[in-house]
Protein backbone atom coordinates (compact mmCIF):
# COMPACT_ATOMS: atom_id res chain seq x y z
CA UNK A 1 0.00 0.00 0.00
CA UNK A 2 1.27 3.29 -1.13
CA UNK A 3 1.34 6.31 1.19
CA UNK A 4 0.31 9.16 -0.37
CA UNK A 5 1.98 12.93 0.56
CA UNK A 6 -1.23 14.03 1.62
CA UNK A 7 -1.73 11.03 3.84
CA UNK A 8 1.40 12.06 5.30
CA UNK A 9 0.44 15.53 5.51
CA UNK A 10 -2.98 14.60 7.32
CA UNK A 11 -1.01 12.49 10.42
CA UNK A 12 1.15 14.71 10.83
CA UNK A 13 -1.55 17.88 11.60
CA UNK A 14 -3.55 15.20 13.35
CA UNK A 15 -0.74 14.11 15.29
CA UNK A 16 -0.26 17.96 15.92
CA UNK A 17 -3.33 18.56 17.14
CA UNK A 18 -4.14 15.98 19.04
CA UNK A 19 -1.13 16.11 21.27
CA UNK A 20 -3.00 19.29 23.28
CA UNK A 21 -5.59 16.89 23.94
CA UNK A 22 -3.64 13.83 25.24
CA UNK A 23 -5.26 10.21 25.40
CA UNK A 24 -5.51 9.74 29.39
CA UNK A 25 -5.20 6.33 30.40
CA UNK A 26 -8.67 6.30 32.85
CA UNK A 27 -10.31 8.20 30.31
CA UNK A 28 -12.20 5.07 29.09
CA UNK A 29 -12.91 3.94 32.95
CA UNK A 30 -13.57 7.34 34.87
CA UNK A 31 -14.00 7.04 38.51
CA UNK A 32 -17.14 8.10 40.20
CA UNK A 33 -16.56 9.24 43.35
CA UNK A 34 -18.53 12.61 44.79
CA UNK A 35 -21.63 11.77 46.74
CA UNK A 36 -23.85 12.56 43.69
CA UNK A 37 -22.26 10.41 41.36
CA UNK A 38 -24.71 8.85 39.84
CA UNK A 39 -26.93 11.70 39.53
CA UNK A 40 -23.64 13.63 37.87
CA UNK A 41 -24.36 11.24 34.77
CA UNK A 42 -27.27 12.73 33.92
CA UNK A 43 -28.53 16.05 31.71
CA UNK A 44 -30.81 16.70 34.51
CA UNK A 45 -28.44 16.84 37.58
CA UNK A 46 -26.41 19.76 35.74
CA UNK A 47 -29.77 21.73 34.47
CA UNK A 48 -31.35 21.27 38.28
CA UNK A 49 -28.35 22.63 39.70
CA UNK A 50 -27.74 25.51 37.38
CA UNK A 51 -31.58 26.40 37.69
CA UNK A 52 -30.77 26.67 41.43
CA UNK A 53 -28.03 28.79 41.31
CA UNK A 54 -29.22 30.97 38.80
CA UNK A 55 -32.27 31.27 41.04
CA UNK A 56 -30.11 31.79 43.98
CA UNK A 57 -28.39 34.82 41.93
CA UNK A 58 -31.49 35.91 40.83
CA UNK A 59 -32.96 36.66 44.51
CA UNK A 60 -29.75 38.11 45.63
CA UNK A 61 -30.44 41.68 47.36
CA UNK A 62 -28.09 44.66 48.09
CA UNK A 63 -27.87 45.57 51.22
CA UNK A 64 -27.37 49.00 52.10
CA UNK A 65 -27.18 48.59 55.91
CA UNK A 66 -24.41 50.33 57.95
CA UNK A 67 -22.07 47.85 59.09
CA UNK A 68 -21.58 48.25 62.83
CA UNK A 69 -18.53 45.36 62.55
CA UNK A 70 -16.46 44.52 60.04
CA UNK A 71 -14.04 41.40 59.73
CA UNK A 72 -11.46 41.00 57.18
CA UNK A 73 -9.98 38.08 57.25
CA UNK A 74 -6.42 37.57 55.15
CA UNK A 75 -5.30 34.03 53.86
CA UNK A 76 -1.73 35.20 53.44
CA UNK A 77 -0.40 33.59 49.99
CA UNK A 78 -4.01 32.38 49.67
CA UNK A 79 -3.73 32.13 45.45
CA UNK A 80 -6.96 31.03 43.60
CA UNK A 81 -5.10 27.67 43.31
CA UNK A 82 -4.81 27.15 46.62
CA UNK A 83 -8.40 27.97 47.25
CA UNK A 84 -9.23 24.89 44.99
CA UNK A 85 -6.59 22.69 45.73
CA UNK A 86 -8.07 23.06 49.48
CA UNK A 87 -11.92 22.83 48.56
CA UNK A 88 -10.71 19.06 47.22
CA UNK A 89 -8.50 18.11 50.49
CA UNK A 90 -11.86 19.38 52.62
CA UNK A 91 -14.67 18.09 51.16
CA UNK A 92 -14.44 17.39 47.17
CA UNK A 93 -14.19 19.23 43.99
CA UNK A 94 -17.91 20.18 43.93
CA UNK A 95 -17.85 21.05 47.66
CA UNK A 96 -17.18 25.33 48.17
CA UNK A 97 -15.20 26.63 51.39
CA UNK A 98 -17.28 28.79 53.70
CA UNK A 99 -16.15 31.86 52.35
CA UNK A 100 -16.80 30.61 48.44
CA UNK A 101 -20.72 30.56 49.19
CA UNK A 102 -20.53 34.68 49.78
CA UNK A 103 -22.45 36.44 47.68
CA UNK A 104 -19.61 38.59 46.37
CA UNK A 105 -16.34 38.30 44.48
CA UNK A 106 -14.29 40.64 42.84
CA UNK A 107 -10.29 40.72 42.13
CA UNK A 108 -7.67 42.96 43.75
CA UNK A 109 -4.65 43.55 41.80
CA UNK A 110 -1.16 43.38 44.50
CA UNK A 111 1.86 44.42 42.74
CA UNK A 112 3.79 47.65 44.95
CA UNK A 113 4.63 50.58 43.86
CA UNK A 114 8.17 49.54 42.96
CA UNK A 115 7.51 46.05 42.80
CA UNK A 116 5.61 43.85 39.95
CA UNK A 117 5.57 40.77 42.54
CA UNK A 118 4.66 41.51 46.03
CA UNK A 119 5.63 40.94 49.69
CA UNK A 120 3.33 40.66 52.71
CA UNK A 121 4.62 44.19 53.98
CA UNK A 122 3.58 46.74 50.96
CA UNK A 123 0.57 45.07 50.48
CA UNK A 124 -0.63 44.82 53.99
CA UNK A 125 0.05 48.74 53.81
CA UNK A 126 -2.34 48.77 51.27
CA UNK A 127 -5.56 46.90 51.88
CA UNK A 128 -5.38 48.32 55.68
CA UNK A 129 -4.21 51.76 55.62
CA UNK A 130 -5.46 52.35 51.73
CA UNK A 131 -2.25 53.44 50.68
CA UNK A 132 0.29 51.54 48.43
CA UNK A 133 3.91 51.57 49.45
CA UNK A 134 7.05 50.20 48.22
CA UNK A 135 8.59 46.42 48.97
CA UNK A 136 9.34 45.44 52.27
CA UNK A 137 7.52 48.87 53.92
CA UNK A 138 5.36 49.07 56.39
CA UNK A 139 2.91 51.82 56.92
CA UNK A 140 4.23 54.66 55.13
CA UNK A 141 4.13 55.94 51.52
CA UNK A 142 6.60 55.33 48.26
CA UNK A 143 8.76 57.98 49.40
CA UNK A 144 10.26 56.02 51.91
CA UNK A 145 13.06 53.51 50.42
CA UNK A 146 13.44 49.85 51.98
CA UNK A 147 15.99 50.63 55.01
CA UNK A 148 16.08 54.32 54.57
CA UNK A 149 16.02 54.95 58.31
CA UNK A 150 15.85 58.72 57.97
CA UNK A 151 13.00 58.81 55.42
CA UNK A 152 10.90 56.60 57.75
CA UNK A 153 11.15 59.78 60.56
CA UNK A 154 9.56 61.93 58.45
CA UNK A 155 5.81 61.70 59.97
CA UNK A 156 4.24 62.86 56.84
CA UNK A 157 4.82 59.99 55.25
CA UNK A 158 3.28 57.44 58.02
CA UNK A 159 -0.50 56.19 56.54
CA UNK A 160 -3.49 55.19 59.10
CA UNK A 161 -5.10 51.85 59.07
CA UNK A 162 -8.67 51.36 59.12
CA UNK A 163 -8.09 49.88 62.61
CA UNK A 164 -6.77 53.72 63.77
CA UNK A 165 -9.73 54.64 62.04
CA UNK A 166 -12.77 52.35 63.75
CA UNK A 167 -11.03 53.27 67.02
CA UNK A 168 -11.36 57.23 66.22
CA UNK A 169 -14.81 56.49 65.53
CA UNK A 170 -15.83 55.20 68.70
CA UNK A 171 -15.53 51.36 67.73
CA UNK A 172 -12.66 49.03 69.27
CA UNK A 173 -10.23 46.89 66.82
CA UNK A 174 -8.17 43.84 67.26
CA UNK A 175 -5.62 41.98 65.37
CA UNK A 176 -5.51 37.25 65.34
CA UNK A 177 -2.87 36.28 63.36
CA UNK A 178 -1.03 32.92 62.88
CA UNK A 179 2.06 34.88 62.59
CA UNK A 180 3.92 36.74 65.16
CA UNK A 181 2.07 39.81 65.83
CA UNK A 182 4.99 42.28 64.78
CA UNK A 183 4.86 40.15 61.40
CA UNK A 184 4.38 42.07 57.92
CA UNK A 185 0.80 41.57 57.76
CA UNK A 186 -0.23 42.65 61.62
CA UNK A 187 1.87 45.31 61.49
CA UNK A 188 -0.02 47.11 59.14
CA UNK A 189 -2.47 47.83 61.72
CA UNK A 190 -0.20 49.69 63.45
CA UNK A 191 3.26 50.00 62.66
CA UNK A 192 5.21 52.72 60.39
CA UNK A 193 8.93 50.56 59.34
CA UNK A 194 11.09 51.11 56.27
CA UNK A 195 11.61 47.51 56.51
CA UNK A 196 9.68 44.54 57.90
CA UNK A 197 12.44 42.61 59.69
CA UNK A 198 12.86 45.20 62.33
CA UNK A 199 10.63 43.45 64.60
CA UNK A 200 13.12 44.53 67.68
CA UNK A 201 15.74 46.51 68.80
CA UNK A 202 18.63 44.36 67.50
CA UNK A 203 17.65 44.11 63.58
CA UNK A 204 17.51 47.88 63.89
CA UNK A 205 20.52 48.22 64.53
CA UNK A 206 22.04 45.43 62.09
CA UNK A 207 20.91 48.08 59.26
CA UNK A 208 23.35 50.76 61.29
CA UNK A 209 20.16 52.43 62.21
CA UNK A 210 19.71 53.95 66.04
CA UNK A 211 16.93 52.15 68.22
CA UNK A 212 16.84 55.19 69.63
CA UNK A 213 15.57 56.91 66.94
CA UNK A 214 13.83 54.34 64.88
CA UNK A 215 11.34 52.22 67.01
CA UNK A 216 11.10 48.53 65.81
CA UNK A 217 7.61 47.16 65.84
CA UNK A 218 7.44 45.43 68.90
CA UNK A 219 7.96 48.62 70.66
CA UNK A 220 5.46 50.55 68.32
CA UNK A 221 3.06 48.00 69.58
CA UNK A 222 3.48 48.66 73.33
CA UNK A 223 4.39 52.65 72.50
CA UNK A 224 3.15 53.58 68.92
CA UNK A 225 0.34 55.86 68.21
CA UNK A 226 -2.48 52.85 67.52
CA UNK A 227 -1.58 49.30 68.99
CA UNK A 228 -1.84 50.42 72.98
CA UNK A 229 -5.61 51.53 71.73
CA UNK A 230 -6.10 47.98 70.56
CA UNK A 231 -8.82 45.86 72.10
CA UNK A 232 -7.38 42.24 71.54
CA UNK A 233 -3.94 41.21 69.78
CA UNK A 234 -3.38 37.42 69.61
CA UNK A 235 -0.89 35.31 67.82
CA UNK A 236 3.02 34.59 68.16
CA UNK A 237 5.96 36.60 68.39
CA UNK A 238 7.10 36.56 72.02
CA UNK A 239 10.56 36.66 71.44
CA UNK A 240 10.42 39.79 69.67
CA UNK A 241 9.73 41.95 72.87
CA UNK A 242 12.29 39.82 75.71
CA UNK A 243 15.65 40.44 75.79
CA UNK A 244 18.41 37.88 74.65
CA UNK A 245 20.65 37.73 77.63
CA UNK A 246 18.58 38.43 80.74
CA UNK A 247 15.05 37.51 80.31
CA UNK A 248 13.47 33.49 79.69
CA UNK A 249 11.24 32.83 77.37
CA UNK A 250 7.62 31.64 79.32
CA UNK A 251 7.45 27.83 77.58
CA UNK A 252 10.97 27.68 76.46
CA UNK A 253 13.25 28.95 78.69
CA UNK A 254 15.20 30.89 75.85
CA UNK A 255 16.50 34.15 75.80
CA UNK A 256 14.66 36.61 73.30
CA UNK A 257 16.11 38.82 70.34
CA UNK A 258 16.40 41.77 71.97
CA UNK A 259 19.16 43.14 72.74
CA UNK A 260 18.60 46.58 75.06
CA UNK A 261 17.74 44.68 78.30
CA UNK A 262 14.02 45.39 77.85
CA UNK A 263 10.71 43.07 78.49
CA UNK A 264 8.17 44.26 76.39
CA UNK A 265 5.43 42.20 77.80
CA UNK A 266 5.57 43.48 81.11
CA UNK A 267 6.11 47.36 79.94
CA UNK A 268 2.65 46.27 77.82
CA UNK A 269 0.99 45.45 81.12
CA UNK A 270 2.10 48.43 83.01
CA UNK A 271 0.87 50.79 79.89
CA UNK A 272 -2.89 51.38 80.40
CA UNK A 273 -4.34 53.83 83.07
CA UNK A 274 -4.79 53.35 86.31
CA UNK A 275 -7.67 50.69 86.77
CA UNK A 276 -7.70 49.19 83.19
CA UNK A 277 -7.71 45.58 83.17
CA UNK A 278 -4.87 44.44 80.88
CA UNK A 279 -4.17 40.47 80.29
CA UNK A 280 -1.43 38.15 78.72
CA UNK A 281 -1.64 35.09 78.03
CA UNK A 282 0.63 32.38 76.53
CA UNK A 283 -0.93 29.24 76.57
CA UNK A 284 -4.58 27.99 75.16
CA UNK A 285 -6.27 27.28 78.81
CA UNK A 286 -5.67 30.42 79.49
CA UNK A 287 -6.98 32.11 76.46
CA UNK A 288 -10.29 30.14 76.86
CA UNK A 289 -10.73 31.08 80.56
CA UNK A 290 -10.58 35.36 79.82
CA UNK A 291 -13.85 36.39 80.73
CA UNK A 292 -14.58 39.09 78.03
CA UNK A 293 -16.49 41.41 80.44
CA UNK A 294 -13.33 41.78 82.77
CA UNK A 295 -11.22 42.37 80.53
CA UNK A 296 -10.52 45.85 79.13
CA UNK A 297 -7.45 44.70 77.03
CA UNK A 298 -5.84 41.30 76.15
CA UNK A 299 -2.65 40.33 74.67
CA UNK A 300 -1.94 36.53 73.68
CA UNK A 301 1.04 35.24 71.96
CA UNK A 302 1.30 31.48 72.04
CA UNK A 303 4.61 31.14 70.81
CA UNK A 304 8.65 32.46 70.77
CA UNK A 305 7.49 32.69 67.31
CA UNK A 306 5.04 31.78 64.77
CA UNK A 307 2.11 29.64 66.39
CA UNK A 308 2.63 26.28 65.09
CA UNK A 309 0.99 24.76 61.70
CA UNK A 310 -2.00 23.20 62.21
CA UNK A 311 -0.68 19.60 61.43
CA UNK A 312 1.78 19.86 63.64
CA UNK A 313 -0.93 20.62 67.05
CA UNK A 314 -3.09 17.96 65.99
CA UNK A 315 -0.22 15.17 65.26
CA UNK A 316 2.28 16.29 67.69
CA UNK A 317 -0.96 16.77 70.53
CA UNK A 318 -0.10 20.16 71.26
CA UNK A 319 -2.51 20.60 73.23
CA UNK A 320 -2.17 23.95 74.64
CA UNK A 321 -2.01 25.94 70.93
CA UNK A 322 -5.18 27.54 70.68
CA UNK A 323 -6.58 26.80 67.27
CA UNK A 324 -7.35 30.05 64.66
CA UNK A 325 -10.96 29.60 65.03
CA UNK A 326 -11.06 29.87 69.36
CA UNK A 327 -8.74 32.97 69.19
CA UNK A 328 -11.28 34.61 66.79
CA UNK A 329 -13.92 33.54 69.17
CA UNK A 330 -12.30 34.90 71.93
CA UNK A 331 -11.62 38.04 70.29
CA UNK A 332 -14.96 38.71 69.05
CA UNK A 333 -16.05 37.33 72.39
CA UNK A 334 -14.42 40.69 73.86
CA UNK A 335 -14.82 43.06 71.05
CA UNK A 336 -18.36 42.64 70.88
CA UNK A 337 -18.80 44.61 74.54
CA UNK A 338 -18.78 47.79 72.79
CA UNK A 339 -21.89 48.88 71.70
CA UNK A 340 -20.73 50.53 68.63
CA UNK A 341 -19.26 47.91 66.79
CA UNK A 342 -15.56 46.72 66.48
CA UNK A 343 -13.00 46.48 63.29
CA UNK A 344 -11.49 42.62 63.50
CA UNK A 345 -8.32 41.66 61.23
CA UNK A 346 -7.77 38.25 61.09
CA UNK A 347 -4.69 36.70 59.34
CA UNK A 348 -4.27 33.00 58.37
CA UNK A 349 -0.81 33.85 58.43
CA UNK A 350 1.04 30.36 57.99
CA UNK A 351 -0.64 29.40 54.33
CA UNK A 352 2.47 31.51 53.15
CA UNK A 353 4.91 30.01 55.00
CA UNK A 354 3.94 26.47 53.55
CA UNK A 355 3.92 27.43 50.13
CA UNK A 356 7.55 29.31 50.71
CA UNK A 357 8.86 25.97 51.62
CA UNK A 358 6.98 24.10 48.93
CA UNK A 359 5.31 21.97 51.70
CA UNK A 360 1.41 21.61 50.43
CA UNK A 361 0.57 19.68 52.68
CA UNK A 362 0.87 22.52 55.69
CA UNK A 363 -0.27 25.05 52.97
CA UNK A 364 -3.37 23.69 52.11
CA UNK A 365 -3.95 22.31 55.91
CA UNK A 366 -3.85 26.01 56.79
CA UNK A 367 -6.36 27.22 54.17
CA UNK A 368 -9.26 24.83 55.04
CA UNK A 369 -8.75 26.05 59.37
CA UNK A 370 -8.56 29.90 57.97
CA UNK A 371 -12.00 28.53 56.05
CA UNK A 372 -13.26 27.29 59.71
CA UNK A 373 -12.82 30.46 60.96
CA UNK A 374 -14.63 32.38 58.40
CA UNK A 375 -17.71 30.21 59.24
CA UNK A 376 -17.69 30.26 63.14
CA UNK A 377 -17.77 34.47 62.01
CA UNK A 378 -20.47 34.36 59.42
CA UNK A 379 -22.67 32.07 61.75
CA UNK A 380 -21.72 34.52 65.43
CA UNK A 381 -23.25 37.84 63.53
CA UNK A 382 -25.59 39.01 61.42
CA UNK A 383 -25.33 39.52 57.85
CA UNK A 384 -27.81 42.33 58.28
CA UNK A 385 -25.04 44.32 60.71
CA UNK A 386 -21.82 42.66 59.90
CA UNK A 387 -19.61 42.84 57.07
CA UNK A 388 -17.02 40.22 56.77
CA UNK A 389 -14.22 40.74 54.02
CA UNK A 390 -11.69 37.37 52.54
CA UNK A 391 -8.98 37.85 50.26
CA UNK A 392 -5.32 37.29 50.00
CA UNK A 393 -2.57 39.95 50.17
CA UNK A 394 -0.41 38.16 47.24
CA UNK A 395 -0.45 34.29 45.18
CA UNK A 396 2.26 32.01 44.92
CA UNK A 397 4.07 29.99 42.09
CA UNK A 398 2.09 27.10 43.04
CA UNK A 399 0.23 24.94 40.49
CA UNK A 400 -2.63 22.86 40.48
CA UNK A 401 -2.46 21.04 37.27
CA UNK A 402 -2.02 17.23 35.37
CA UNK A 403 -5.15 15.52 34.56
CA UNK A 404 -5.83 13.54 37.96
CA UNK A 405 -9.04 11.58 38.16
CA UNK A 406 -11.96 13.00 40.13
CA UNK A 407 -11.66 12.40 43.95
CA UNK A 408 -8.31 11.55 43.59
CA UNK A 409 -5.99 12.83 46.50
CA UNK A 410 -4.36 16.12 45.84
CA UNK A 411 -1.60 15.12 47.10
CA UNK A 412 -0.87 12.60 44.98
CA UNK A 413 -0.20 11.83 41.07
CA UNK A 414 -1.61 13.44 38.35
CA UNK A 415 0.03 11.40 35.40
CA UNK A 416 3.34 10.30 33.69
CA UNK A 417 5.89 12.38 32.18
CA UNK A 418 7.85 11.63 29.31
CA UNK A 419 10.60 10.20 31.19
CA UNK A 420 8.00 7.52 32.27
CA UNK A 421 7.67 8.96 35.88
CA UNK A 422 4.70 9.71 37.73
CA UNK A 423 4.18 13.49 38.36
CA UNK A 424 2.47 15.02 40.93
CA UNK A 425 -0.85 16.84 41.04
CA UNK A 426 0.76 20.04 42.70
CA UNK A 427 3.96 21.39 41.68
CA UNK A 428 5.57 24.69 42.10
CA UNK A 429 7.63 27.49 40.06
CA UNK A 430 10.54 27.23 42.03
CA UNK A 431 11.84 26.32 45.65
CA UNK A 432 13.94 23.45 47.49
CA UNK A 433 11.70 20.64 46.33
CA UNK A 434 14.06 20.86 43.39
CA UNK A 435 16.53 19.29 45.28
CA UNK A 436 14.29 16.61 45.94
CA UNK A 437 12.90 15.77 43.11
CA UNK A 438 15.40 16.34 40.76
CA UNK A 439 18.69 15.31 40.15
CA UNK A 440 20.42 18.53 38.37
CA UNK A 441 23.80 16.74 37.53
CA UNK A 442 21.94 13.70 35.44
CA UNK A 443 19.42 15.80 34.37
CA UNK A 444 16.82 13.13 35.98
CA UNK A 445 13.77 13.40 38.22
CA UNK A 446 13.82 10.93 41.21
CA UNK A 447 10.38 8.75 41.39
CA UNK A 448 7.97 9.84 43.97
CA UNK A 449 6.44 6.00 44.49
CA UNK A 450 10.15 5.64 46.05
CA UNK A 451 10.10 8.30 48.07
CA UNK A 452 9.32 6.98 51.85
CA UNK A 453 8.37 10.38 53.44
CA UNK A 454 5.94 11.17 50.44
CA UNK A 455 2.76 11.16 53.16
CA UNK A 456 4.51 13.33 55.52
CA UNK A 457 3.05 16.47 56.41
CA UNK A 458 6.50 18.50 55.90
CA UNK A 459 7.26 16.32 52.71
CA UNK A 460 8.60 19.55 50.30
CA UNK A 461 6.68 19.20 46.74
CA UNK A 462 8.58 18.87 43.35
CA UNK A 463 9.94 22.65 42.52
CA UNK A 464 11.56 23.47 38.92
CA UNK A 465 13.75 25.99 39.79
CA UNK A 466 16.23 25.70 42.76
CA UNK A 467 15.81 29.10 45.02
CA UNK A 468 15.86 29.18 48.60
CA UNK A 469 12.42 30.09 49.54
CA UNK A 470 9.92 29.60 46.98
CA UNK A 471 8.47 33.11 45.34
CA UNK A 472 5.55 35.00 45.50
CA UNK A 473 3.05 35.05 42.35
CA UNK A 474 2.22 38.52 41.05
CA UNK A 475 -1.22 37.29 39.58
CA UNK A 476 -4.46 39.30 40.83
CA UNK A 477 -6.00 37.66 43.92
CA UNK A 478 -9.84 36.84 45.10
CA UNK A 479 -12.07 38.87 47.54
CA UNK A 480 -14.85 37.61 48.76
CA UNK A 481 -17.48 39.67 50.63
CA UNK A 482 -20.55 39.03 52.72
CA UNK A 483 -22.68 41.68 55.09
CA UNK A 484 -23.66 45.11 54.13
CA UNK A 485 -22.22 46.75 51.09
CA UNK A 486 -20.66 44.09 50.22
CA UNK A 487 -21.67 44.42 46.68
CA UNK A 488 -19.21 46.96 46.34
CA UNK A 489 -16.69 44.16 46.37
CA UNK A 490 -17.55 43.27 43.18
CA UNK A 491 -14.98 43.94 39.35
CA UNK A 492 -11.53 44.20 39.41
CA UNK A 493 -9.59 47.09 41.48
CA UNK A 494 -6.55 48.34 43.33
CA UNK A 495 -5.76 46.17 46.49
CA UNK A 496 -5.91 49.70 48.33
CA UNK A 497 -9.41 50.17 47.68
CA UNK A 498 -10.60 47.80 49.95
CA UNK A 499 -10.00 49.32 52.92
CA UNK A 500 -11.79 52.56 51.93
CA UNK A 501 -14.75 50.09 50.74
CA UNK A 502 -14.73 48.91 54.19
CA UNK A 503 -14.75 52.12 55.79
CA UNK A 504 -17.17 53.38 53.33
CA UNK A 505 -19.96 50.88 54.74
CA UNK A 506 -19.24 51.05 58.32
CA UNK A 507 -18.98 54.93 57.76
CA UNK A 508 -16.26 55.75 59.25
CA UNK A 509 -12.55 57.31 58.27
CA UNK A 510 -12.40 60.60 56.39
CA UNK A 511 -13.21 59.59 53.07
CA UNK A 512 -16.77 58.66 51.33
CA UNK A 513 -19.29 57.35 53.99
CA UNK A 514 -22.58 55.56 53.30
CA UNK A 515 -24.44 57.29 56.22
CA UNK A 516 -23.08 60.73 54.54
CA UNK A 517 -26.08 62.70 53.18
CA UNK A 518 -25.60 63.73 49.63
Known amino acids: MTVTDDEVWFACEYQ ?18 SKNAEQEQTIEYWRNQAKETVEKLRQKKENTNIAKNVIMFLGDGMSIATVAMARVYAGGEEKPLSFEEFPYVGMSKTYCVNYQVAD ?61 VTHASPSGMYAHIAFRDWEDDYWVKQDNCDPELVDDIAEQLVYGE ?72 LLGMFEPSHCVYNLDRVHKNLVEEPTLAEMVDKATDILSTNPNGFF ?154 IPHMMAYASCIGNGQKACAKP
Not at 125 to 146: M, S
Not at 359 to 386: G, H, M, P
Request: aromatic share 8%; glycine share 10%.
Open 344 to 497: LFVEGGRIDHGHHDNQARYAIDETVEFAKAIQLARNKFSEEDTLIVVTSDHSHSVSFAGYPNRGNDIFGTAGTGNDGLPYMTISYANGLGFYKHVDAAKGTRADVRNMPDADADDFPFPAMLPVELETHGGEDVAVYASGPWSHLFTGSYEQNV
Open 16 to 33: SDKRYHPRLQDELSPKLT
Open 120 to 180: SACTATAYLTGVKGNYETIGVNAHVPVRDCEAVRNRTTHTSSIGQWAMDAGKDAGIVTTTR
Open 226 to 297: TAPRLRVILGGGRREFMDRDIHQDYETGKGGYRSDGRHLINEWLKNGPVGENRTFVWKRSDLLAVDPHRTDR
